[in-house]
């Protein structure tokens, strides 16, 4: 399958029941520029990953489980790696972080285990041009559901780990939201800004109106700019109105509005302040 297709470079993920291998291409040429086995049958661990191109170097960062040859369980995820590649395929840095090493930060456990029983859902990976990387995850948990009849996961609150280039956990950040209601995530989208330096990311959260008790829903906007952290919320919905977003450009965001009167129904294009 294709994994990564950026900057240049094409690359193809090889898996069998032995072993993972990626295959690194010039698109332009067609010439192979390495092979790189990520995991075998003498491999410590099994991966989830994702890549990026960052000048000559491949980044890869995810999940690790203990190696079973059936593959990756994200249920038995014992921690994140970050492994750095070079323009030769040579492994220049390699470097395991465990659940446990975050215990300083948030009540965390080998197992991946959150407090009331929540784990961690992985939802994306922020591999910045300096090599800084954050992972973004939201509390998750099995809940039975009354209409379906099964156990079905709910998340929570956003839990955001952000790591300098050796990979070591600087800071744990937490936002908090409601349990998502039509489905198991609330994350929206992300967009990459100045260059690929910072990151926006989206997400939809219910909130009650403390007189009323009516629960309308409301855009949140997560800005990591300048290795520092700012959030805010937008209202999305009322009694007249109804706003469902959509990833557009760099710094900017589509906003489809449902009203009422569906004469004044639009769509606008607006500014993300960063």
Do not use: C
Request: aromatic fraction near 16%.
């Amino acid at each position: 399958s294709i994994n990564y297709a950026e900057k240049n470079t094409l690359i193809v993920e090889e898996k069998n029941k032995k072993e993972i291998t990626l295959h690194v291409f010039d698109p332009l040429t067609g010439q192979k520029q390495f092979s790189y086995i990520l995991e075998n049958a003498d491999s410590e661990y099994n991966y989830s990953y994702q890549v990026k191109k960052i000048g000559n170097e491949l980044v890869l960062t995810g999940k690790i489980s203990s190696y079973s040859s059936f593959g990756f369980k994200y249920e038995n995820a014992t921690g994140l790696f970050k492994i750095k590649l070079s323009e030769n395929g040579d492994e220049v840095f390699k470097k395991y972080f465990l659940w446990e090493e975050a215990a300083a930060f948030l009540e965390i456990n080998k197992r991946g285990k959150l407090e009331k029983g929540y784990r961690l859902l992985a939802q994306d990976y922020f591999i910045f041009e300096d090599g800084r990387i954050t992972f973004l995850a939201e509390k998750y948990k099995e809940g039975y559901n009354i209409l379906l009849g099964v156990n079905v996961p709910k998340a929570t609150d956003f839990v955001l780990f952000q790591f300098d280039d050796a990979f070591t956990l600087q800071n744990v950040e937490t936002i908090a939201k409601d349990k998502s209601k039509f489905s198991i995530s609330d994350y929206l989208f992300s967009q990459p800004i100045n260059n690929g330096n910072d990151v926006v990311f989206f997400y939809r959260d219910y909130q009650q109106d403390e007189v009323t008790k009516d629960k309308d829903w409301v855009l949140g906007i997560v800005k990591l700019v300048d290795k520092k952290f700012d959030y805010e919320q937008i209202p999305m919905s009322s009694d007249d109105f109804y706003i469902e977003p959509y990833i557009a450009k760099e710094g900017f965001i589509l906003l489809r509005e449902y009203n009422k009167d569906s004469a004044h129904n639009k769509i606008r294009l607006e500014r993300v302040n960063f």
